[in-house]
């Protein structure tokens, strides 16, 4: 049996958990297609899987919930061997090894395939990033132009990618970061207006907007959920898409008072049949073409996937984490 290299998490616990190791390359099997990995985001839910917070992981695992590649091997026929791919979610790198290694066995159903001349390391930050923002964007705050939105954790990929679909749709963009040293890079990817985020933007939120705004994407979650709460207006939505303040419940939550009076609080989790191969191809031509800029931060080896894991739990980064094999 041939071999290849992987990122492996060994265990639940620390980045230093995930080790690289040669173990056996993926054998083809009916439903399944091999790909060869060229590229992979990483993902602040990669972290807590990492630490044993995903409910029904068992380790060692290889982890990674996206990739991009090329089709090694697809013994049904539907993709062509070479064929550009990315693959996304459905269990992958947690309850089937995932893109942290140079091949990685997957389903059909969650394969997408595209034509971009994009160096890897530029495809490789696209697919959950996509999936995510365009989900919580159009399907979940169906947001419409002349709208105001709150980008709560802007500095994200995904908030700063957030930022950019909101302002081409036409609406005016308030973002936040907790480090005033972020506010620039925030108002450079077009937001309008920034806050410094002390735990509660509530007031000054309303002093730019006495009304409050119209959409809430809520990037940090329950830490937050209800002063963003509080930001909106007139049957204003607050869409939460993330968890990056760590924490998955909240210690007490009162509907008929920490949601105003017809507000909407809805959640978007994502999943592959959310992403439609065209509306992959046509973000990926306007990336290409130079109408999207990706917030890409760093690009890691296969050999660096720990070192990026401590990089991302420290929250170094201001944009996407990229790994290209």
């Given at each position: 049996?041939?071999?290849?290299?992987?990122?492996?998490?060994?265990?639940?616990?620390?980045?230093?958990?995930?080790?690289?190791?040669?173990?056996?390359?993926?054998?083809?099997?009916?439903?399944?297609?091999?790909?060869?990995?060229?590229?992979?985001?990483?993902?602040?839910?990669?972290?807590?899987?990492?630490?044993?917070?995903?409910?029904?992981?068992?380790?060692?695992?290889?982890?990674?919930?996206?990739?991009?590649?090329?089709?090694?091997?697809?013994?049904?026929?539907?993709?062509?061997?070479?064929?550009?791919?990315?693959?996304?979610?459905?269990?992958?790198?947690?309850?089937?090894?995932?893109?942290?290694?140079?091949?990685?066995?997957?389903?059909?159903?969650?394969?997408?395939?595209?034509?971009?001349?994009?160096?890897?390391?530029?495809?490789?930050?696209?697919p959950e990033m996509f999936q995510t923002v365009?989900?919580?964007?159009?399907?979940?705050?169906e947001l419409q132009k002349g709208e105001t939105?709150?980008?709560?954790?802007?500095?994200?990929?995904?908030?700063?990618?957030?930022?950019?679909?909101?302002?081409?749709?036409?609406?005016?963009?308030?973002?936040?970061?907790?480090?005033?040293?972020?506010?620039?890079?925030?108002?450079?990817?077009?937001?309008?207006?920034?806050?410094?985020?002390?735990?509660?933007?509530?007031?000054?939120?309303?002093?730019?907007?006495?009304?409050?705004?119209?959409?809430?994407?809520?990037?940090?979650?329950?830490?937050?959920?209800?002063?963003?709460?509080?930001?909106?207006?007139?049957?204003?939505?607050?869409?939460?898409?993330?968890?990056?303040?760590?924490?998955?419940?909240?210690?007490?939550?009162?509907?008929?008072?920490?949601?105003?009076?017809?507000?909407?609080?809805?959640?978007?989790?994502?999943?592959?049949?959310?992403?439609?191969?065209?509306?992959?191809?046509?973000?990926?031509?306007?990336?290409?073409?130079?109408?999207?800029?990706?917030?890409?931060?760093?690009?890691?080896?296969?050999?660096?996937?720990?070192?990026?894991?401590?990089?991302?739990?420290?929250?170094?980064?201001?944009?996407?984490?990229?790994?290209?094999?």
């Open positions: 049996m041939s071999q290849m290299k992987a990122a492996v998490t060994t265990k639940a616990g620390a980045p230093s958990v995930i080790q690289v190791k040669e173990v056996p390359k993926p054998e083809p099997k009916s439903g399944w297609v091999l790909i060869q990995v060229k590229a992979f985001g990483l993902n602040r839910s990669e972290i807590f899987t990492r630490q044993g917070e995903s409910p029904g992981v068992d380790f060692p695992r290889i982890q990674g919930i996206e990739c991009v590649g090329l089709v090694e091997n697809d013994i049904s026929g539907t993709y062509q061997t070479g064929q550009q791919v990315a693959v996304i979610m459905g269990g992958m790198g947690r309850f089937f090894d995932g893109g942290y290694a140079e091949y990685a066995l997957v389903p059909l159903e969650i394969i997408f395939p595209f034509e971009s001349k994009l160096p890897w390391s530029t495809l490789g930050a696209i365009s989900g919580s964007i159009h399907q979940a705050l939105l709150l980008i709560r954790g802007g500095t994200s990929s995904i908030g700063m990618l957030a930022c950019q679909l909101a302002k081409s749709l036409g609406a005016t963009v308030i973002s936040t970061t907790r480090n005033p040293n972020k506010k620039q890079a925030l108002l450079d990817n077009g937001a309008d207006h920034v806050l410094i985020d002390e735990g509660a933007v509530k007031k000054g939120l309303r002093s730019l907007f006495p009304d409050g705004v119209n959409k809430v994407l809520e990037l940090i979650g329950t830490k937050t959920l209800k002063d963003s709460l509080g930001c909106i207006g007139y049957k204003g939505t607050v869409c939460m898409t993330g968890i990056l303040g760590s924490e998955w419940t909240m210690n007490s939550f009162t509907p008929m008072g920490d949601i105003p009076s017809l507000g909407r609080l809805t959640v978007y989790m994502g999943e592959s049949k959310n992403l439609s191969k065209d509306l992959l191809q046509e973000f990926i031509d306007k990336v290409e073409g130079g109408e999207i800029h990706l917030n890409i931060d760093t690009i890691f080896t296969l050999d660096q996937v720990a070192d990026a894991h401590q990089y991302m739990e420290d929250n170094k980064a201001k944009g996407k984490l990229v790994v290209e094999i």
